[in-house]
């Protein structure tokens, strides 16, 4: 009888199980960030579970992933997912410009942006608004809570009007729609999800991730310290109330065959760059029609419901590093040499701006 079986009463020794391992051989751990600080139950914590759900299921390397995010809750998010990943925690309102300038200097990483409705929606809303006209390929995620967290809890852009804070205070300003926004300055994919809601969160992000373009996802994630109350429309109670799906998603990566469960209604199948989009309709909704989809928003708006589902994709729209016709070599990696114009090419380029 070995020494390990007499410690265990004659038994043989009982063996660990192995951890789940995806393409790459990382395990689901390997995804996973340092511990949360945030408020026990926060709806972000959610997004973050799903985020690490979504990388470890689509087997993405975390070296070829930058996480980028500003000021607020909603930016503390990239240091709890994937350690393995670089990272920049930007100023408050910069986290799009900030990826701007990650990816035009390295176009092989593929940036993800945690951003919130502060973040977004009002210091930052001018170079949230280019991001997507530039249509910068990103993932960008907003934590959407409707207030400001760190700072005690005012309203923020995207509160909607008559909405009351903890002390029965009336919000007087319509709110942003960020899904709305997203279309009029030229994201190429939008959708709209909930915090509690993982089995339709996951597999958008999935489907954001592998969009070549930008990716707009606005999540509701209420605030349970400031917004989660009577009279809050950012409520849990109020968004599942009120919440009212488009369609129902999957996300086929190209190495998976593509299968489909539903049995009624219309479903839609949409090519991207490595997978298929596999759509349920729920409602009469075509999300490569731009018009329609700012037209549904506007609708719910009207009806106080909260659109969720994937809302808007434009699959073949060029992203900015083929519009400014990047090297193939990211720019952060080029020489010197390469990079500075010699003295001949200096002249020409003076000669020309003459003409």
């Known amino acids: 009888m070995t020494e390990i079986a007499r410690q265990n009463n004659g038994q043989a020794p009982v063996q660990p199980i192995k951890a789940a391992t995806n393409r790459l051989n990382l395990t689901k751990q390997d995804y996973r960030g340092s511990p949360s600080t945030l408020c026990k139950g926060c709806g972000h914590d959610a997004i973050t579970a799903s985020i690490i759900t979504a990388c470890y299921e689509l087997s993405i390397d975390p070296k070829q992933i930058i996480k980028l995010s500003g000021i607020g809750c909603s930016s503390k998010t990239p240091n709890y997912f994937m350690n393995q990943s670089f990272g920049f925690n930007g100023t408050h309102g910069r986290c799009a410009a900030l990826a701007t300038g990650a990816g035009l200097a390295n176009h092989t990483l593929k940036p993800i942006g945690v951003s919130g409705d502060g973040d977004s929606a009002s210091i930052g809303l001018g170079n949230f608004a280019h991001m997507m006209r530039r249509n910068l390929n990103i993932t960008y995620i907003i934590e959407n809570n409707g207030v400001y967290g760190l700072t005690k809890g005012q309203f923020s852009a995207t ?197």
């Open 159 to 355: 509160a909607d009007q008559g909405t009351r804070t903890r002390r029965g205070v009336p919000n007087p300003w319509q709110a942003m729609d960020l899904g709305s926004l997203a279309i009029i300055s030229g994201a190429t994919f939008v959708a709209r999800s909930f915090s509690g809601d993982r089995k339709q969160l996951t597999p958008l992000i999935k489907a954001a991730l592998n969009h070549r373009g930008a990716a707009i996802l606005d999540v509701l994630s209420p605030c349970v310290i400031f917004n989660d109350h009577e009279g809050s429309t950012k409520s849990l109670r109020h968004i599942r109330d009120n919440r009212e799906p488009v369609n129902t998603i999957d996300f086929i990566p190209s190495y998976e065959q593509i299968e489909t469960d539903y049995d009624e209604g219309e479903t839609i199948h949409i090519p991207m760059h490595s997978g298929v989009v596999t759509l349920h309709k729920l409602k009469d909704h075509d999300p490569t029609d731009r018009i329609r989809a700012m037209t549904v928003l506007e609708e719910a708006n009207q009806q106080h419901k909260f659109l969720t589902g994937l809302i808007y994709i434009n699959p073949g729209q060029p992203d900015l590093a083929e519009v400014e016709n990047l090297t193939d070599t990211p720019l952060a990696r080029l020489e010197e040499a390469q990079l500075r114009p010699s003295a001949e090419a200096l002249e020409s380029i003076n000669a020309s701006l003459m003409r």
